[in-house]
């Protein structure tokens, strides 16, 4: 087994999102034998500390600035300024601690960007760069239902990807990796031809399968099969163009329009709040649309199995977190052909809609087309809701912490 030291910017238990992939993969780790320590930032310490009471199994070294530059993240964009000089000072910490410890190899974990560098491979040892995404795009024919300010953030994110290959940091890391792990095969594409060879697709977010299936035995009322109520659809995310809510609501006007009692409830706030809800108003969907705040992950996942499926168009994710929290709730997934959620979703467990030479009329027209599917077929349903769980079960944080560090000991020795 490996002495592997973790660069996890963003660590924390029950964080959601990058936080749950700093810490799930370090315990998992951890669990499969290596001797694991991470280097975090110490913001939230006491959480950690507190999760890791009674137990030893991994160490964390808290990292962080002085408090006159952490008011950088006060600053437009102050936190990517931030996050890059943490990631230099950290190295060499880093490096201090290898001369103790003698490291195996060296892992940068989160943030997991392919835009922004690690220092890492400084320590001249095996370093693995990733899971990171990012790479993924809106299809052209889709960008009109961004709205003005979602395509401006969108062709910004297109020039930053498009200028990888000429920023040096970016060249350095990619240069000093042994191996980049890449999220999606959109991603893949992304990273300068010359370092491709070096990269694979590999999932970063994953579940406890154990736990989501305690969260399902906690609910035996709901049985998906004989329930004739109306269709219940959820979306749980930030509130962003991208996050294809847009697509969600005409597809639930369109479905109600055939007669067919369709619900979606929305949980999540965010920038695109405003817009979304003028959409709803002016498609006159009144009740049909039910708009929950921000919950906490913990509401969330006591929640999921109140629901019959999961909506989750959209347009360009890494990962998906909650997409496989709803698998392993057993609840079937409607999600587009794009990134990291539509690697997670099969024909055994929901409907992935291509997206592929179709414009935002057809791709509406999918979504509805499958909410009226599952809403018409409660057999169906209930057979993609038994099958949902166990396709979650192929990616559970531990299978992802296996496979990664089994192929890259293969590479590695190569």
């Known amino acids: 087994m490996s002495r592997i030291l973790l660069s996890a910017y963003c660590c924390i238990p029950n964080g959601g999102s990058e936080y749950d992939i700093g810490w799930n993969w370090a315990k998992c780790a951890a669990e499969s034998g290596h001797e694991v320590v991470v280097l975090t930032r110490a913001f939230d310490r006491n959480r950690i500390e507190a999760a890791l009471e009674g137990e030893n199994s991994v160490q964390f070294i808290f990292h962080d600035l002085s408090p006159f530059v952490q008011r950088?993240?006060?600053?437009?964009?102050?936190?990517?300024?931030?996050?890059?000089?943490?990631?230099?000072?950290?190295?060499?910490?880093?490096?201090?601690?290898?001369?103790?410890?003698?490291?195996?190899?060296?892992?940068?974990?989160?943030?997991?960007?392919?835009?922004?560098?690690?220092?890492?491979?400084?320590?001249?040892?095996?370093?693995?760069?990733?899971?990171?995404?990012?790479?993924?795009?809106?299809?052209?024919?889709?960008?009109?239902?961004?709205?003005?300010?979602?395509?401006?953030?969108?062709?910004a994110r297109r020039i930053s990807n498009g200028l990888l290959s000429l920023d040096p940091l970016m060249r350095a890391t990619y240069e000093s990796a042994n191996e980049i792990l890449v999220t999606t095969s959109e991603t893949l594409e992304k990273i300068p031809e010359?370092?491709?060879?070096?990269?694979?697709?590999?999932?970063?977010?994953?579940?406890?399968?154990?736990?989501?299936?305690?969260?399902?035995?906690?609910?035996?009322?709901r049985r998906l099969g004989t329930d004739k109520r109306k269709l219940r659809a959820l979306y749980a995310g930030r509130l962003l163009p991208w996050k294809g809510l847009h697509l969600a609501l005409r597809a639930i006007s369109m479905a109600r329009s055939d007669g067919r009692p369709v619900e979606l409830t929305v949980i999540g706030k965010g920038p695109d709040e405003a817009r979304l809800k003028n959409l709803a108003e002016r498609l006159d969907?009144?009740?049909?649309?039910?708009?929950?705040?921000?919950?906490?992950?913990?509401?969330?996942?006591?929640?999921?199995?109140?629901?019959?499926?999961?909506?989750?168009?959209?347009?360009?994710?890494?990962?998906?977190?909650?997409?496989?929290?709803?698998?392993?709730?057993?609840?079937p997934v409607i999600c587009l052909d794009r990134g990291g959620p539509s690697l997670?979703?099969?024909?055994?467990?929901?409907?992935?809609?291509?997206?592929?030479?179709?414009?935002?009329?057809?791709?509406?027209?999918?979504i509805a087309m499958f909410l009226l599917e599952l809403a018409n077929d409660r057999n169906l349903l209930a057979q993609l809701s038994a099958s949902a769980?166990?396709?979650?079960?192929?990616?559970?944080?531990?299978n992802h912490v296996r496979t990664v560090y089994a192929e890259s000991s293969l590479a590695l020795a190569d």
């Open 194 to 221: 010359h370092y491709r060879h070096k990269a694979r697709v590999q999932p970063a977010v994953g579940i406890d399968v154990g736990a989501m299936t305690a969260k399902w035995s906690s609910h035996p009322q």
């Open 389 to 398: 769980r166990q396709r979650a079960g192929f990616f559970t944080w531990e």
């Open 285 to 331: 969907l009144g009740d049909s649309v039910k708009w929950v705040p921000r919950v906490t992950r913990t509401e969330l996942l006591r929640i999921l199995t109140d629901f019959d499926l999961l909506l989750f168009p959209s347009l360009h994710d890494s990962g998906g977190m909650v997409v496989l929290e709803a698998l392993g709730c057993g609840l």
């Open 344 to 366: 997670f979703v099969d024909q055994s467990c929901g409907r992935v809609v291509s997206t592929r030479s179709r414009d935002e009329g057809s791709v509406v027209e999918q």
């Open 72 to 155: 950088l993240y006060h600053l437009p964009f102050g936190n990517y300024l931030y996050y890059l000089f943490w990631q230099y000072s950290a190295a060499r910490r880093a490096a201090e601690l290898h001369k103790i410890r003698k490291f195996d190899r060296v892992q940068h974990i989160t943030w997991g960007s392919l835009r922004v560098p690690s220092f890492m491979g400084r320590l001249k040892i095996p370093f693995i760069f990733g899971p990171v995404g990012g790479g993924e795009d809106t299809p052209p024919q889709l960008r009109r239902g961004l709205g003005w300010q979602g395509r401006a953030k969108d062709a």
